[in-house]
């Protein structure tokens, strides 16, 4: 008895040795990503299901603290909710593993959660805020209420700290936005309100900038769900069910309807439907074919990326950073691409006069070994042409590029227009004091020329610095320009 007793305590401390090592294998290196990192996360999740970002942010904020791991590399789980979205997986929509361990699938799966609860009011299921339009943060209170349950404690008039207020506290606090209550006298003393009350959208409103397709877009269907419905009309009947990732071109919408902006997509000769914009991601249009960067499906320079792709002066690659700052290295690439693409043709100018003066192979600057080798022909030819004249000595090549930088190119490229001889460029930029006389000229020319604007009201902020995405604005309007010149 004695022996069996002490066999029995060394399975159990065996067994109990064997599960603290496999936890703890489990769990190993399975950290919180940074804030700024989860932040992203859901900033491209909510560019996607076309939900306003901030609204997301707050969910996570509020629910987790943009935790998803607890200290000792568990996942964080609160009764039968996990993760940074604290998502319920009770009904098993989705796949618990990954809910549990990949950061982003759980963001997905807290953004589906969402949509699925707005639904709830658009389709009336809970009550609902005026047309229900998701772009109107507004609209957005009774999804946010169900969110976190559809329960009575979350009537602002039985509780001063429901949960849409933590959401509208933190949105204010965390980043500086902020949401306006409904007209809480429509809602019942105490319970919850009826699901057929409509609460008026409060008359100001603030945006979710969420970004809406166009006709002729390509798109494929994309989410963590396995299938999608193509309807007859808008919220209308279900006609053909697609897979993820299917492709598509939109033809007709946006139409707002019960909660969501629909977009006719066809497939094929035989398939075509209305579809919501939340499970549509935009590859690509008609015009400039299939987006060759991953990074530029929502940015407003798409199109000007893609027609200077498509004109040789961006090389492809898996992305191309819009937002990233523009180095004067990567300007002067793009500068000479556009100005070849032109048959070589500068305008002549009395600052080009007679730059046969500067040898193609001499490249004089100080530091001009640290031009990249991909790059060299290329400021080769722009300083034959004479346009690196106010570099000096040095070039600076890895170093951001500034708005008043790129104003002196271009006037070096088109001089002044006569036509706006006496106008004193002053009087339109007001943050121009600063600059020397040969600045101001140098503003005035790319202004006037139509290649620059300012950035806000009377300003043209000459220290600000380019990003990409400006930059290739700029180079469109380059090229614009030598065209018209050229005929």
Known sequence: MKIFKTTTRKII???????????????????????????????????????????????????????????????????????????????????????????????EAGAETLLNKWSMSSYQSVSSVGNMDPNVMENWYFALWAYNGWIQSNNPNTRRNTYQQLIYATIKKEYGQTINNIDFAYLPKSGKPSRSLVVPTPSNTNSGNIVLYEKGDYVRTDGIKENYQLRDAPAGKYVHELCVNQLGTITEGPVLQNGYYWYKVSVDEKREGWI????????????????????????????????????????????????????????????????KNNDGYVPETEKLAGTNKYEENALTFADASEIHAWAVENIKYLNKLGLLEDFKRELNPADKLTRKEAANIIENIFGEDDEFKNLDVSTIFSDLTKMDEEGIKAVKSAYTNGIMSGKGAKSFCPDDYLSRAETAAVMAKINDKLEKLKN
């Open 13 to 107: 401390l065996l067994i109990f040795i064997f599960a603290f090592t496999f936890n703890t294998l489990a769990y190993a290196n399975k950290c919180n990503p940074p804030r700024e990192e989860i932040e992203a996360m859901i900033d491209e999740v909510a560019l996607k299901r076309a939900i306003p970002s901030v609204i997301l942010k707050a969910i996570a904020r509020v629910e987790s603290v943009y935790q998803h791991f607890n200290s000792d590399g568990s996942p964080k789980i609160s009764g039968s909710s996990i993760g940074v979205m604290q998502v319920s997986n009770r009904n098993g929509l989705y796949n618990h593993e990954k809910l549990k361990y990949d950061v982003l699938y759980n963001i």
């Open 276 to 339: 919501e914009r939340n499970w549509l991601l935009r590859t690509g249009d008609t015009e400039h074919g299939r987006y060759v960067f991953d990074d530029i499906s929502f940015h407003w320079a798409r199109k000007i990326i893609m027609e200077l792709f498509n004109d040789g002066v961006i090389n492809e690659a898996e992305s191309f950073n819009p937002d990233s700052i523009a180095t004067k290295e990567e300007f002067l690439i793009f500068l000479s691409k556009v100005i």
